[in-house]
């Protein structure tokens, strides 16, 4: 599974690093920081779903599955 | 703009005047209105009004039926001329479109701010009344002060506080003692929080309640007449002026330290943005806190499974903040546009109820239903786009945690009693009387 970002639509709701921190992080003003590059492994695939599916602002998408 | 500071023992010398309500920036009336020739309203299609005191109460009625009535975007020529988007997807579009639609007052009332107001895009209360790119500068100071690393460590602080609210409610007899959630316990809880980033004297809380009555409840009223909002100008001018007397480690000295593109901050700009967070954190977050008590105290079954399994409170703050969202935004609209049909013109009032959007089916499966622990939960409660609650942290925070320990002082709790529900742009329960039907030891 590849994840994405964008950083552009990201308006800091602090959703995605509160399911899923091992994926996500939040920088100094609080906008989302993605933390890992390439394949998320199998054991975070359900976190990455429920931070995909709860972003108001539809920021984060699944690139593959 | 100027960006130097007159003492205020200076000849002449007019303390700024604050804030984002018609008599902070020199109103104007577009058409003359008068409240007193409307009645209740009887049509929210033609004749929407979120000022009348039935709206609130039963507004997921009100929006059930226009969605019904497939009426995606209602109006009304009450406010000298109103639209309010009802869906998500037109909530969604108008809330991105900061070209069409200025935030430059973001209350709905009477009158529209008037050319002395510190002029587009800035506003009155920076930045939530700022367009772009004044708006990216102002949101950026702010940023950092409530991100969620720097919010987190409050948690010790809110409930503590929490704790010590529910103490102060004195001895009590489960299955007999009656108290007002609302007035007794929800409202002092972001009241006390924000006093204390602000900085401001413990003894001033009774005085920010009125002021927020007067900026967001009494919007159908001449405007001159607010007197509160003077006293509240003056207030954060002997704030501020302290606070250049005295520097502190608070947020008040720390944007009144701060530069907007290299230039020092002024005491409009700081008195600007200290009113945005005295009034848009209070209102909102105590309406917040009663209304999901209210749910609680007529739906046992979810208050039980916060008891049984702590860990389902990530998903149930979110769904209380879908179901109840509290806050209603306002735009102006910027020029005359074409809205899917509609013939917006500049300066017609839009609304922007979030609240509504969140109960869209076509965004979330049974909206009507709470679902404890809803898995796909993309609410709007804080807005979409660049205007997204700055204080959502701490919002969150102060939910969690003021729910947590009122369920775990009280194991069961009922409705005893008509709840009083706000007026306005804010929904949430002002006097909620409840029955303690159990106490923890």
Known sequence: MLLRLDAEKCQGHNRCYALAPELFDVDEYGQSVLLVEGDVPAELHAKARLAVSNCPEYAISILVD | MTDTVAPADTPGYEPPIF??????????????????????????????????????????????????????????????????????????????????????????????????????????????????????????????????????????????????????????????????????????????????????????????????????????????????????????????????????????SYLMGTQIEGIEMNDEIVGGMVILLLIAGIDTTWSAIGSSLWHLAQHPEDHQRIIDDPEVMTFALEEFLRAYAPVTMARLVAEDTDFHGCPMKKDDWVLLPFPAANRDPHQFEDPDQFIVDRQENRHAAFGLGIHRCIGSNLARLELKVAIEEFVKRFPRFELAGDTRWSVGQIRGPREMPVRILDIAN
Not at chain 2, 34 to 55: C, E, L, R
Not at chain 2, 59 to 79: G, M, N, Q
Not at chain 2, 167 to 190: C, K
């Open chain 2, 19 to 252: 804030g984002d309500s018609p008599e902070g920036t020199h109103v104007w009336q577009r058409v003359p209105y008068n409240p007193d020739d409307y009645g209740p309203v009887s049509d929210f299609a033609t004749d929407f009004d979120h000022g009348d005191p039935a709206y609130n109460p039963n507004a997921p009625e009100v929006w059930k039926e226009l969605r019904d009535a497939k009426c995606p975007v209602a109006h009304s020529d009450r406010y000298g001329g109103m639209w309010v988007p009802i869906t998500h997807d037109t909530v969604h579009e108008i809330a991105y479109d900061t070209q069409h639609f200025t935030s430059r007052s973001v209350v709905v009332s009477v009158g529209r701010p008037g050319d002395l107001s510190l002029p587009a895009p800035i506003g009155g209360a920076p930045p939530i009344t700022s367009d772009p790119p004044f708006h990216a500068m102002a949101r950026r100071l702010l940023l950092p002060a409530f991100a969620p690393k720097v919010i987190e460590p409050w948690e010790t602080k809110v409930r503590e506080l929490c704790v010590s609210l529910l103490d102060r409610l004195g001895d009590l007899t489960a299955g007999e003692s009656i108290i007002d959630a609302a007035q007794q316990y929800a409202q002092h809880i972001p009241v006390s929080v924000i006093r204390q980033m602000l900085g401001f004297p413990e003894k001033d809380e009774e005085l920010f309640r009125r002021f927020v009555h007067e900026t967001l409840e009494r919007i159908n009223e001449e405007p001159g007449t607010r007197t509160g909002m003077d006293e509240l100008g003056q207030y954060i001018f002997a704030q501020i002026q302290d606070h250049r007397e005295n520097p502190r480690d608070d947020l008040t």
